[in-house]
């Protein structure tokens, strides 16, 4: 069906649309490209149109990446951005690494310099509109997009919206990039004529073909010791039910590996753990589930000599990954939720009900054995100082209320942690640029907001968030998110690297590990001061559970926001 509604400029039939076609926030970061999209959105707002895209200006463009990615990973929808030419451009591709290797689905939008230096509305008015030009501006997002165009002119608004958007949308998902010169946007329309649903396959998920699919369950049906590694199984809330059902009903243990979102309650009896170690080399059958790197070899090994591997995944041999040799015996497509309910129907009665009851026997003498040296770290962990990492994640996980949310960009143990429920965890994006958490957790906050958020950082990676982006914009939208820094004052990952490639070498004999070291560690505290929320900073471990009360009851009561300045020691640190 068309719908007609009258307009004044092309930016205010752009910005309609988008509202139109499901997306509730522009993320942005304005400059002099802005023009006509702040006149549109004016105009939007008098004309009280409905249905209305809202706007928030987030103070840096990595931050406003990593909010479209956390209200992706709440909502499952397509999001957009809007930045300042290509400087503003330059600014988010570092959570648009992110964004494009954990497959979101982000319009990345970004103005153009005014093309023509006079007589057109738009035209250049000030020297940036010649320095900012670049021969080719998308050129610098291309390899970390699929898709990328400028729009040319207001007739084919439509036409680019939604080629955008569903190739955004269908699998395997990721960012696309429009460039949107002034001229264009500013040029006068009186009405726009679209269509109401477009007529576009958004989203569809691939169906996993029957021959691999047999392929794969020969295999598991036949294993003794299968063993699942999964990674970015739980993208969608079906997927994550999916495999919690699939390993339920044959008994096949998960290591949720690095995983962006959990998919296994903690108490599920089929959560093997969080590390391929000791269950990757027993195995004889491993089903990687959207996982591009299920081990690393040089810290793993390698799976035991005649091992089956089946990778499944909506790009099973992820092919934007320049060098990837991980053994794939059968490669299945599909989402987890597509899937593996047909890798189910193909293993119906193929395994013998003693052989999954006693599977379940080993798996759960195996959770009780792990729970047990868990318990006695934690007991030691408990009166380390500084606080010992395991102690602090075990104190948040405990603290916080069942269905909170939490994002971590590093530092939380999760042997330590309970999440009683699924993608309740969210953890760092695989690509690993840094910056990632405070954005995504004012994400997650803006699309689930009766749902406490806390996000766990590490020091480097607070800084790394452009924290005073972060803070200003939860303020300007009046939403309350707990952060928890483990501030160990140093870069560890950096230290760590050196330490593993020269176990040996001076840097392992030094006092202080070059580069690694960030000085004395910083009073956070006190950036509450300036935003209006609660501070506190922890040293001894036994005030931690108190302390994280007082920062819960801030932001759940008091509605501000909270920042806990943990003084932590090294994650790797015996306790
Ligand atoms: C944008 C970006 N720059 C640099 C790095 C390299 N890097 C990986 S981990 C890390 C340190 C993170 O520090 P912190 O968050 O304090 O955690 P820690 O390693 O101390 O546990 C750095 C700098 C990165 N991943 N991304």
Sequence with gaps: MKKTIEVETVAEAYLSLLAERGIDWLFANGGTDFAPMVEGLAAIEAKSRTPRLKVVSVGHENVAMAMAHGYYLMTGRPQAVMFHVNV???NGINALADAARDQVPILFTAGRSPLTERGQRGARDTGIHWAQEMFDQAGMVRELCKWDYELRSGDQLEDVVDRALEIATSEPCGPVYLSLPREVLSAPMTRFSFETAPRRGLGTAPGAAPEAVARAAAILAAAERPLIIARAHARLAADAAALAEFAERFAFPVIEFRALANALPSDHPMLLGFDPLPALGEADAILCIETDVPWIPVHHGE??????VIQLGVDPLFRRLPIR???CDVAVTGTPAVALPALAQALAGRIPPATIAARRQRLA????????ETASTLARAA?????????????IARAKPADALL??????LLSYAAFPQPRSYFGTPTAGGLGWGIGAAIGAKLAAPDRVVIATLGDGAYM???PTAGHQVLRALDLPVLFVIFNNAMWEEVGRAALSVFPDGHAARANRIPVADLGPAAAYEHMMAVYGGHGERVEAPADLPAALDRALHAVTVEKRQALLNLIVGRRGARP
Excluded at 365 to 372: L, P, T
Excluded at 385 to 395: I, M, Q, V
Excluded at 407 to 412: A, D, G, K, M, S
């Design 407 to 412: 994002v971590n960009e590093y530092p939380l």
């Design 464 to 466: 790394f968030g452009n």
């Design 365 to 372: 003498q195996g959770r009780e054995r792990a729970a047990a």
């Design 303 to 308: 799976p035991a000599p005649g091992c089956r």
């Design 383 to 395: 009166s380390a100082r500084p606080l010992h990492p395991a102690w602090a994640s075990h104190c």
């Design 88 to 90: 503003g451009t330059a």
């Design 325 to 327: 040799s991980f053994p």
